[in-house]
């Protein structure tokens, strides 16, 4: 009898949890693209000419919250990322991301597409990143 009313126990607090999971939504792959037209992007970074395009990926809902991304394209090369919008909800969102953020838009120059490895630790800011990233990069026609 008391195995029976383990395993019923056990049970329901599995589908409880399961039922409770918040999953990511809202995917859109909408990006906009914007010219600069001076003669560098105006946030101190460097390698950044004239002919320089922003363009910036698509809104992505994670479970923590939204992740957008902002490439800059020079001659057909990603010469700068960063983020518009990262979760920022609660201290652990704030922290994880002033880790995370840095690491993938270095390896976002660095790769020159989406194909980067997840941060440990900021799995889901990180695949929502990579797929704002390959938005942004279909709009700039890269490769």
Known sequence: ?????????????????????????GTGMAATAVTSSGGSSGDGSSGVSSGSTTLTGSEVNTRWGVVQVQITVDAGRIVNAGTVQVPDHNPRDVEINRVAIPILNSEAVAAQNAKIDVVSGATVTSDGYIRSLQSAIDAAHLS
């Not at 383990?6 to 399961?18: E, I, K, R, Y």
């Open 1 to 25: 009898m008391r195995r029976i009313v383990l395993a019923v126990a056990s049970t329901v607090a599995g589908l409880v949890l399961l039922f409770s999971y918040r999953t990511s939504t």
